[in-house]
């Protein structure tokens, strides 16, 4: 492999000692400052035949996907074509870091964002490089939770530097297409993908990278496609034009985007009434610091049953009560272990743990930074927000406002008006039925099927979907937050970052690089 010692970036010169060192790829990039065209571009010419090099096609431009390309760039040791086809969130930042809004943090500390499992440091040396942090020690730079903006950024960037140079030396040429992915019909050892606008695209293997699914429709949801006072995709920009401080606005859900929704109408400075309705009415937690802490579970954990393992869970829990620490301490040291005691669990304990414990597991693991926290608690105290613990029956149009039928923890039915109602419930509970036209397609054609939770889709030990007779595909690979039935822990970066790099060496038939393990725990110390 070519390497240029020349152009090393300095960000790459501060390893720690006992940290694995870097392919020699990283080093070899003369263009690193040369700026370059990686916008998306509409295709016009035919993708399907070109058969000069193997081609990957990655379905999906977010995190997932643009890691995975940038780690097929990283370990190419032979010529290779990637075509990314993204649509819908920006290129590179997806639905979590393609946001317009300053005020929404990451909920990760910097230290645990690296977009590289191998260099855990990477994330935190970039942001090292920028002015607005000059005065920041790296010890409390570590712990900042940054503008998700900022990470949008970086993404971006190692973007620019891995897939965007047309350095003569590289083995991978990469392509951009902005058009949506509909459907991929096998053709000899690979398939193609059909796109809704554009040409199709033969590809040697597809990588399924799509992220977080659209949010789920409500019932009635339909009626108010066109109605302004409904807001169906969170993501989009409502918040552009808000109604006057005397209305109410309905939040759906109380969950991370719920949080997202509430701390941008305060950054507004709008100081109307708002509702938030969930069936547990929780919101998530706040990030803390905590102390060292070993787990109570035994090394043999993923072998335990549910209920051993809830009982050992709720005794680490009074534990930490006991010495008065946060008992979010031991849902945080199993989070290296959590994909093995999912994978080991029955259908049924899967099934119990979704009905019992997820509520609680999800408030306390994915929590929340201290500013964004002190918001919403700022809103709670003061009267502005009030949290309703409902299920949601159906919405209705009203002439002045959009009804919001509930039944609330008593079994009683109750109306919420809202003159603005926003949908954070997240995206659909039944992958099969979430009408999404590819993944439609694919369950079609026997290519895929949903897990066994029908949250996703299955895939094998090396991220090979499997298809309908349930053998893993020679050219089908899918990673992210569509493997939650599969693996449980698998929708931030800590175990995106992983597949990335995993599954480009499964791409190019090579054994996984050993990565040294490093504690992704979440508190800090
Ligand atoms: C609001 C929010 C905040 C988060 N904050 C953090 C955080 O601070 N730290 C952390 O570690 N994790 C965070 N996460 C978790 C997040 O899921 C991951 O970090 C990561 O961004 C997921 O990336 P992805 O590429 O898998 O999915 P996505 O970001 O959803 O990207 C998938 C992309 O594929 C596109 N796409 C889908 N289907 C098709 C198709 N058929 N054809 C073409 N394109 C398609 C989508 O439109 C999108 O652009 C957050 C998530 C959300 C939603």
New binding site residues.
């Given amino acids: 492999m070519v390497t240029n010692k020349r152009t090393t970036h300095a960000v790459f010169s501060g390893q720690q000692s006992g940290q694995p060192r870097l392919p020699s790829i990283f080093n070899r990039n003369p263009a690193f400052y040369t700026p370059v065209n990686l916008e998306p571009v509409q295709t016009t010419t035919p993708e399907a035949n070109s058969t000069r090099m193997n081609t990957t096609a990655i379905?999906?431009?977010?995190?997932?996907?643009t890691l995975a390309s940038v780690n097929l760039v990283r370990f190419a040791k032979k010529q290779q074509r990637v075509v990314i086809?993204?649509?819908?969130?920006p290129f590179g930042r997806?639905?979590?870091?393609g946001t317009t809004r300053p005020e929404h943090l990451?909920?990760?500390a910097a230290r645990n964002?690296s977009a590289f499992p191998d260099h855990p440091d990477h994330f935190f040396h970039w942001l090292r490089s920028r002015c607005e942090f000059d005065s920041v020690p790296d010890a409390e730079l570590r712990e900042t939770f940054v503008p998700?903006q900022i990470y949008g950024d970086y993404v971006r960037g190692v973007a620019t530097h891995f897939l965007g140079s047309h350095d003569p030396r590289s083995q991978v040429e990469c392509k951009v297409i902005e058009?949506?992915?509909v459907d991929i019909e096998p053709r000899g050892d690979g398939g193609v993908v059909l796109l809704e606008k554009g040409q199709p695209i033969e590809a040697q293997n597809v990588l399924l990278?799509?992220?977080?699914q659209p949010p789920a429709g409500l019932p009635g949801a339909e009626r108010l496609a066109s109605d302004s006072r409904y807001v169906g995709n969170p993501w989009k920009n409502w918040h552009e034009s808000l109604p006057n401080d005397d209305a109410h606005i309905v939040v759906l859900g109380t969950g991370?985007?719920a949080v997202?929704v509430v701390v941008t109408l305060r950054k507004k400075g709008w100081n109307g009434r708002i509702t938030a309705i969930s069936r547990n009415g929780m919101l998530p937690q706040r990030h803390f610091r905590g102390i060292q802490w070993p787990s109570v579970v035994p090394d043999d954990g993923q072998h335990r049953s549910l209920q051993e393992l809830s009982k050992l869970i709720r005794q680490d829990c009074e534990r930490l009560r006991g010495v008065s620490q946060n008992p979010a301490i031991a849902v945080d040291k199993l989070r290296g272990r959590t994909q093995a005691f999912w994978q080991n669990l029955t259908i049924e304990e899967k099934q119990r743990f979704l009905k019992e414990y997820a509520p609680s597991w999800n408030v306390i693991r994915h929590r929340i930074a201290g500013p964004i926290h002190d918001a919403i608690t700022d809103s709670l105290d003061c009267g502005q927000l009030t949290i309703i613990p409902a299920t949601i029956q159906s919405l209705s149009a009203e002439e002045r406002t959009i009804d919001v039928s509930l039944i609330d923890t008593s079994s009683q039915p109750q109306t919420v008006h809202g003159d603005l109602v926003i949908n954070c419930t997240g995206p659909k509970a039944r992958f099969s039925n979430s009408g999404i036209p590819?993944y439609q397609q694919l369950f079609a054609r026997g290519l895929a099927k949903p897990d066994d939770m029908d949250m996703g889709i299955a895939v094998d030990s090396h991220f090979a979907v499997i298809d309908a007779d349930g053998q893993s595909s020679a050219f089908l690979h899918a990673i992210?937050?569509i493997l939650k039935g599969t693996l449980w822990e698998t929708?931030?970066?800590?175990e995106?970052r992983a597949q990335a790099m995993h599954v480009a060496q499964a791409i190019l038939l090579q054994p996984p690089v050993h990565i040294q393990d490093f504690d992704t725990i979440e508190y800090c110390i």
Avoid: E, K, Q
């Fill in positions: 379905i999906g431009g977010g995190f997932s996907g086809v993204n649509s819908g969130r997806g639905t979590a870091y990451l909920n990760v964002m998700r058009d949506t992915a990278a799509t992220g977080n991370l985007t997202d590819l992210g937050p929708v931030a970066v800590p995106l």
